[in-house]
């Protein structure tokens, strides 16, 4: 069955960078698309950013953009999120999810979801 296992969340400062990755197995990773979304406490989901199967489109939400970067590598059947000049507001669990579709001007729905990595971003 799909599964979808992120890592490499904790705890940062502000100014600082962190990877984190989206483990999977279940399905053919070059065949759909892939995206990233995060809960702050008390707010709702948002998404974050995603990249297309080709790997041809990539979207990001204006709060990260020219902050994150996207990646796969569909040999090792893992995507990734690279984030830099982390802010406090970044602090949020974040999701890797299996989407419906992912453009330049934004992203489908979730499919399938991983469990989530803590981020905190605190001096």
């Known amino acids: 069955q799909v599964q979808l296992v992120e890592s490499g969340g904790g705890l940062v400062q502000p100014g600082g960078s962190q990877r984190l990755s989206c483990t999977t197995s279940?399905?053919?990773?070059?065949?759909?698309?892939m995206g990233w979304f995060r809960q702050a406490p008390g707010k709702e989901r948002e998404e974050v950013s995603c990249i297309s199967s080709s790997d041809i489109s990539t979207y990001y939400a204006d709060s990260v953009k020219g902050r994150f970067t996207i990646s796969k590598d569909n040999a090792k059947k893992t995507v990734y999120l690279q984030m830099s000049s982390l802010k406090p507001e970044d602090t949020a669990v974040y999701y890797c999810?299996?989407?419906?579709?992912?453009?330049?001007?934004?992203?489908?729905?979730?499919?399938?979801w991983g469990q989530g990595t803590q981020v905190t971003v605190s001096s």
């Open positions: 279940g399905f053919t990773l070059s065949l759909y698309s």
């Open positions: 999810a299996r989407i419906r579709w992912c453009a330049s001007h934004g992203m489908g729905t979730a499919q399938h």
